[in-house]
Structure formats: structure tokens, C-alpha cells
């Protein structure tokens, strides 16, 4: 009976002692409750490639020719030609599919003059729809006509036939008009640089740094969404003849760090964000490097994605190509979506170097802007002025990304 009575005693000292815990912790705004989707710190990531094993590449993603029916004087043999000039290693023409009813297969890419010796041709189009526009590549034809006929449907229907064709997705012109009203979770990339108007992209950088502070790592793109060419004649000029000057291929440029110059080495170049914009072809290419351990040799690059280790990291911004030596260009870091540091640089090959710890645990981002007085574009003698003093942006170099979110 007496052992009994002390295991009563011991029952209900316990309760007692949990109600009180209870009340306690309840009182101090502590609670039991734990985040199933609260972000992770991957124990493991993919290694790094080699930052110096490949070749840049410039292009345009974003280019209409005579398969889109509010196109003029832009054949498909007018752009190709125009872009070897130019310098380009590789273009993407991107048709509207709904001018086709999505049978791009058998318009743009079978025109006869869809060929080319010297550049890498993407198969893509532009995903018009209602709810906005994307653009889709792939290095090899594709069902494209599948892709248009979901384009109507749920976000998770379009994202598993876009999974299933093994295409990269990008969202084009994500604000204003025909803005992409799709979840960003069916994408690889965004257009954060549409045409050589440089001011009305603000909006679509700022979707850009919300999608990569909540742990989305979507690489930033350029596009020029060129529709006009010369024409042949001055009686087959129209009304939109004129914008020919003001926007053309390669305003913007986007360049590309592929390990080949191949199709697919692009396409992966793109998805992996190994990706720099510049306004022109002739504008200085930014390059962005990260050195971990500070031995004097970068380890990472923009689009790559590293352990934080709560230690000291040194980045380098560099421009390349056709800088001007009597220019002072003026850097802009971007950590998390806020200002870093900003810096001034010049000479033949401006570089700055800066010094920042990365975050052991949780998402750490930067990213790189670049102002200054542009370079010329000849051919297209209006767009500098629309670009104003926008030269260059880098994509970010991540730190903690989960590569499965």
C-alpha cells in the first residue's frame, strides 16, 4: 500500500511537472512546433567545374523572324548572317507558336535557310499565351506543339511537359506587358534584360532578386525581341521599319561560358548560370570569381554554388573584350537583394577585388552591375541611348543553395 501511495506521488509530481513546462515554456513564446519546410543547409553539393576549362560565347535568346507574323524584313537568312557578323558564336530564333498554332517544327526550324557553318543554332520558340510569354530552348527539336497545347492549363500540367521534353524554360519580359504569370517554379531562367530599353527592365530585376532570396536559383538572361529588319527595298519598308536603329540583335548580348561550342554546351552553360548580359555584342563582358580559400586562384564562378564555411572569401569582378582606357566604370555588388559596396574601375583590363564572409548557414548570395559610357553599336546607332549607362550585369554566385528545392 505504501508503494502504492509514493507511485501516485511520483505520477502526479510528473504530471505536474509537464503541466508547468508546458505553461512555461508557452509563457516565454517558446513552442514544440518544427518547420518541415524550413530552409536547409545541403551537407553535400554537385563539385564546381573547372572555371577555366571552356569558352565565352555571345548570343542573342530572343529573336523574331519572318515565322512571326508582326515581323518585317527579317528572314531567317537576314538574322543569321547579321549575327556572324557580329561576332556571335551562337542565336536562338524564337518564334511566336500561336502564329503556327505551336507547329514551329515545321516553319521556322525547316526553313531551308535554318542553317549555318559557323554558328550554334538552338531549336526554341516563344510560349504565347495568355497568361504571358516564355521562351523554351533545347539543342535538338523538340514536341514543341505539346508544350503550346498545356498552355491553358495548371502550372504543375505545364511544368511536368516541360520536364518530360527535357527543355529549359525561360519567363520572358516577367512585368508589364505580357508579363509572365506562370509560377517560377516551372522555369530555368529569366529574361532580366529585354531589348536595348534598359529602364523598363527594373521591375523584372526585382523578381529576379525575390525568386533568388527565397531560394530559387534562376540565371538571369538577356534578349534583344528583335521583330524588324532592313528592308531590301524602300517600298517594302513599314511603319516599324525605324526601330531596326533602336533595337536589333544583340541589344542586349548574352554571353555564355560553355565547355564546348556546342548546342548542348550552351544550353547547359544557360541552365547552370555560368551567364553574363552586356549591352551590345561590342560592350565589355563582366566576369565574376570567387577565391575560398584566398590562394590566389578562383575557385567558383558566377552561377556556381559552394558551402558556406564561415570563413573570409576573396571575389574578383573583371571586364573583358573592348573596354575603354579612358573610362571609369563604376561596379554595384549586390548581396541578398541589397547594396554591398560599389566601386570604381578603369585601365585596359578594370578589375576590382573585395572581401566578404558567405553565411556558414543559410542562403548567401552576389551578384554584379556594371555602369559606364557604352560602347558604340554601328548598326544599330539608337540603342545606346536607350541603354543610357547600363553596360554590363553579372549572375550570382550562390552559397548554401539546396540543389534540390
Known amino acids: 500500500m505504501k508503494k502504492i501511495t509514493q507511485l501516485k506521488n511520483i505520477i502526479h509530481g510528473g504530471l505536474l511537472m509537464g503541466i508547468m513546462t508546458c505553461i512555461s515554456n508557452t509563457s516565454s513564446g517558446q513552442s514544440a512546433h518544427s518547420n518541415p519546410w524550413a530552409p536547409i543547409d545541403p551537407v553535400k553539393l554537385p563539385p564546381i567545374a573547372s572555371v577555366t576549362d571552356g569558352v565565352w560565347l555571345k548570343g542573342d535568346l530572343h529573336v523574331h523572324s519572318r515565322h512571326s507574323k508582326e515581323s518585317s524584313n527579317n ?10 557578323s557580329v561576332g556571335f558564336g551562337f542565336i536562338c530564333i524564337t518564334d511566336h507558336d500561336n502564329h503556327v498554332d ?8 525547316v526553313d531551308p535557310e535554318f542553317r549555318s557553318d559557323s554558328l550554334v543554332l538552338l531549336y526554341g ?94 540565371t538571369g538572361r538577356g534578349g534583344s525581341d528583335a521583330h524588324h529588319g532592313t528592308p531590301d527595298s524602300p517600298d517594302k519598308a513599314t511603319a516599324n521599319t525605324p526601330t ?29 548560370g555560368r551567364v553574363s548580359v552586356s549591352a551590345n ?33 576573396k571575389f574578383r ?13 563604376t561596379v554595384r555588388v549586390v548581396k541578398n537583394g541589397s547594396e554591398f559596396g560599389t566601386y570604381k ?19 548567401t548570395w552576389y551578384r554584379v552591375v556594371v555602369e559606364g559610357r557604352p560602347n558604340a553599336y554601328p548598326q544599330v546607332p539608337e540603342s545606346m541611348a536607350l541603354t543610357g549607362n547600363m553596360v554590363a550585369l553579372s549572375n550570382p554566385i550562390y552559397f548554401n543553395f539546396d540543389p534540390n528545392f
Open 75 to 84: 528572314a531567317v537568312a537576314k538574322i543569321l548572317s547579321y549575327a556572324k
Open 102 to 109: 505551336g507547329d514551329v517544327a515545321h516553319n521556322t526550324w
Open 125 to 218: 520558340a516563344e510560349w504565347t499565351t495568355t497568361r504571358g510569354h516564355g521562351n523554351a530552348f533545347s539543342a535538338t527539336p523538340y514536341d514543341h506543339q505539346r508544350l503550346f497545347d498545356v498552355r491553358d492549363q495548371r502550372d504543375v500540367v505545364v511544368g511536368a511537359v516541360k520536364k518530360g521534353l527535357g527543355i529549359h524554360l525561360s519567363a520572358n519580359h516577367p512585368s508589364g506587358k505580357d508579363n509572365f504569370g506562370y509560377s517560377y517554379d516551372i522555369v530555368n531562367s529569366i529574361e532580366v534584360w529585354n531589348s536595348s530599353l534598359w529602364s523598363k527592365n527594373a521591375n523584372a530585376i526585382m523578381i529576379w532578386d525575390d525568386m533568388l532570396s527565397s531560394g530559387r536559383k534562376l
Open 244 to 272: 531596326r536603329k533602336s533595337n536589333y540583335v544583340g541589344t542586349p548580348t548574352t554571353w555564355v561560358f560553355a565547355t564546348t561550342r556546342s548546342a548542348q554546351a550552351v544550353v547547359d552553360a544557360l541552365t547552370n
Open 281 to 313: 555584342p561590342y560592350s565589355p563582358r563582366v566576369e565574376f570569381y570567387a577565391d575560398l580559400d584566398q590562394d590566389g586562384k578562383a575557385d567558383m564562378m558566377m552561377g556556381d554554388n559552394a558551402k558556406g564555411t564561415g570563413k573570409p572569401a
Open 317 to 329: 569582378i573583371l571586364l573583358s573584350g573592348k573596354t575603354d582606357a579612358d573610362s571609369t566604370y
Open 345 to 363: 574601375i578603369s585601365g585596359k583590363t578594370p578589375t576590382i577585388e573585395f572581401t566578404d564572409t558567405p553565411a556558414a548557414t543559410g542562403r
